[in-house]
């Protein structure tokens, strides 16, 4: 299946653009950026036209990228500004491509297909990074070796977390727990309340909550957008009270193509609790990668394995739970979006001839 060309793609956590370069392929395109005098960040095809090598062999010059074979350089737009050995004729027909980026909630995203059209209004909302003074959060990265898709359908169906993170629910019964999943234009929610939620009394100080209940009210909420961009809202609270009067974490699950069967996974959480202890700050993330890199990963890795070089996963005829809503309506919404896209690019083809 092609990729989504018109869409926000998270291309690097900002933290990452302290590094002079950074170079990354998102859906089979070689792509540098680099963080410029003014703030903003570039991001440009890293592939030099003459020689085919990545420019990001080469080295910063100020606001441009020099490449280290033999010295054209190239703008954050992508045009070629010194042809050393060449006269200026040169230039302009070594220009190369420059995509989109905007900066926002500490994540960079990049709009792969035509800048034109990339419109920062359609950016999902991850406002709990930005909001220090609500939220303490950390933000990491992982490589996960499957197609971007099986991935949203795992953060999607968290029937999951009960057998594959038995850790985390421990002592809650999930058959307490009830599940709606409801559109809203191209965005899908899969809301997740937790009734009857254990919670180990010892801990509430810890999660800024009185008193001794072990039996708390909580939700999983979890928001989709194309492509694989995730919003997993968990919040606990007493009963009587009311979401925001409790626990809560924030989570983001950005999920980016490398290629057909390798994704970029960039994570992040909040929490409103225990805000200046960095040792926890720390141990989340770490727990994070853990669980990403060695439990949900894994098993990805060898539904991918199974699928082989397919991207298709619902053309190999798996059982459909009902748990499996979401994941199916993200995927339709996803199908739909990329038809569309082909039916365009195929107008504009004709229009064009
Ligand atoms: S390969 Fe880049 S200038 Fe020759
Ligand atoms: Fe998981």
Request: net charge negative; charged share 25%; with cysteine.
């Amino acid at each position: 299946m092609p990729f989504l060309k018109n869409t926000w793609y998270v291309a690097a956590n900002a933290y990452e653009l302290d590094e002079p370069m950074v170079s990354r392929t998102i859906c089979n395109e070689q792509i540098v950026m680099f963080r410029k005098a003014d703030g903003s960040v570039a991001a440009i095809q890293d592939r030099c036209p003459h020689r085919f090598v990545p420019l990001s062999m080469g080295k910063r010059v100020g606001d441009t990228l020099q490449c280290g074979y033999h010295g054209l350089r190239f703008d954050g737009s992508g045009a070629c500004v010194e042809a050393p050995h060449d006269d200026d004729s040169q230039k302009a027909r070594a220009c190369i491509k420059g995509y989109a980026t905007v900066e926002r909630d500490k994540l960079i995203w990049l709009w792969l297909g035509d800048a034109a059209e990339a419109d920062p209004d359609l950016i999902p909302e991850f406002a709990f990074f930005s909001d220090t003074d609500k939220y303490t959060s950390c933000q990491g990265y992982s490589h996960i070796k499957g197609n971007y898709q099986l991935i949203s359908d795992n953060l999607l169906d968290l029937s999951h977390i009960h057998y594959l993170h038995p850790g985390i629910h421990e002592g809650s019964n999930f058959e307490d727990f009830t599940n709606k999943v409801e559109r809203n234009g191209d965005t899908v929610w899969s809301m997740l309340w937790r009734h009857h939620y254990h919670v180990n009394p010892a801990a509430r100080p810890m999660f800024g909550l009185e008193g001794d209940a072990d039996d708390v009210e909580g939700q999983g909420h979890a928001r989709w957008d194309a492509p694989g961009v995730l919003f997993v809202d968990t919040a606990f609270w007493d009963h009587g009270k009311s979401y925001g009067e409790g626990w809560n974490t924030p989570n983001a699950h950005l999920i980016t193509p490398e290629t057909e069967t390798t994704s970029h996974y960039f994570w992040g959480s909040g929490r409103n609790f225990a805000r200046d202890n960095e040792q926890f700050t720390a141990a989340t993330a770490a727990t994070m990668k853990n669980v990403f890199e060695t439990q949900d990963g894994p098993m990805v890795e060898a539904q991918q394995r199974d699928m082989g070089e397919s991207t298709d996963f619902l053309e190999h005829k798996p059982i459909i739970l009902k748990a499996d809503a979401a994941g199916v309506l993200a995927r339709r919404i996803m199908k739909q979006k990329i038809a569309r896209e082909a039916e365009a690019d195929e107008a504009a083809q004709i229009a064009a001839e």
